[in-house]
């Protein structure tokens, strides 16, 4: 049999073990899928629904994912309940959510100031909720190694085999040289569960819930999960490369973020002008990490449409750049060396 086919029939057994009801023939509805090898499927059921999962275990680590999704439920952080898992195969059942992305919901209220900044205030709530309450033990240091091969993935996939460019020995130190100072940053920072991609497409809206004025958002992606820098998951949420806002609006739910972690201990000691610092750098490292992971998603798993994305996040590096002096050498670089291939590139990639 195929593998669908045989995770077919396996989520049917697990749903008939579940439900207490015969194996019935119950088809599975392919679901869009996000950046990594997992595939989704939803399971209708007469009176009720189901998400199946195929995460073939040679590129995901299931064991990790259900061990995290556990930690995250016990600290009181939402996010689907794994009902039946397979770690030999790869398979899963899980708690549906339904359909509903904070992405869906902030393009649907973007000319609407109050409702975007209650979304982000419940999904800086939840962040604060996880950095408080989940226990860092178990999980594996955002260390200097991973925040540089992450990094790495800029010259590695963007210039060298995006944009066809052969760097010079002198590029390559200056690259090197700003990984050093960006990954140093970061290694500065007070540390906390990170949970790697917390951004409008990995937080949802369940359905029973979608109009609640106690609205909590789900997480889902989380299997990344490492302790460090604090910063890290509000920049990724704040400077999403999905959907951008403006300075202020950035600005004022990163200081309510400052304001409600304060509360509850998890930055002590820390002003907003080195507090901002820190979401900035953190930012720049995760800007060239992204950029290099969209166009390795292309090229290596042909999923093209993440190109699109690429402006967006190119954007957000050149204009945080610029206010840190430290980065001149390597920005100035950056706008004559890569932006001008960049834009050609990108519109002939996407025409």
């Not at 398979?91 to 649907?108: A, C, H, I, N, S």
């Not at 000319?111 to 939840?126: E, G, H, K, M, N």
């Not at 304001?259 to 490292?285: C, K, N, P």
């Amino acid at each position: 049999m195929s593998r669908e086919a045989d995770l077919t029939a396996w989520a049917n057994l697990a749903i008939a073990e579940l439900t207490g009801m015969p194996p019935a023939r119950v088809e599975l509805e392919s679901l869009s899928g996000d950046a990594s090898f997992r595939r989704y499927f939803r399971a209708r059921l007469p009176s009720a629904s189901y998400i199946v999962v195929d995460a073939p275990p040679q590129t995901e680590d299931n064991v990790a994912f259900v061990r995290i999704a556990a930690a995250l439920r016990g600290a009181g952080v939402t996010t689907p309940l794994i009902l039946a898992v397979d770690y030999q195969q790869g398979f899963m059942v899980q708690e549906d959510f339904g359909d509903t992305l904070y992405l869906q919901v902030l393009r649907q209220h973007r000319q609407d100031p109050q409702q975007v900044d209650w979304l982000y205030r419940q999904a800086i709530d939840t962040l604060v909720r996880l950095q408080k309450n989940v226990v860092t033990y178990g999980f594996p240091p955002y260390d200097r190694e991973m925040l540089l091969r992450e990094m790495q993935l800029f010259p590695d996939w963007f210039c060298g085999r995006f944009l066809g460019l052969e760097l010079s020995s002198s590029e390559q130190q200056l690259i090197a040289a700003t990984q050093q100072f960006l990954a140093t940053a970061a290694l500065a920072q007070p540390t906390v569960v990170v949970h790697r991609d917390y951004h409008s497409r990995n937080l949802m809206i369940p359905d029973p819930h979608r109009y609640s004025p106690e609205l909590v958002p789900a997480l889902i992606d989380f299997q990344d999960a490492v302790v460090g820098a604090y910063s890290y998951d509000l920049v990724s949420l704040l400077r999403d490369c999905y959907i951008s806002w403006p300075l202020n609006t950035v600005r004022n739910l990163a200081g309510y973020y400052l304001q409600q972690a304060g509360s509850q201990g998890i930055v002590t000691a820390i002003d907003e002008a080195a507090f901002f610092r820190d979401f900035d750098l953190m930012g720049l490292q995760r800007n060239l990490k992204v950029i290099g992971i969209f166009a390795r998603l292309c090229i290596r798993d042909g999923k093209s449409q993440f190109l699109a994305d690429i402006p967006q996040t190119i954007r957000y590096f050149t204009e945080v750049a610029a206010g840190y002096q430290e980065l001149d050498e390597f920005l100035s670089w950056f706008r004559q060396r890569i932006l001008p291939l960049a834009d050609t590139r990108l519109a002939a990639a996407q025409s």
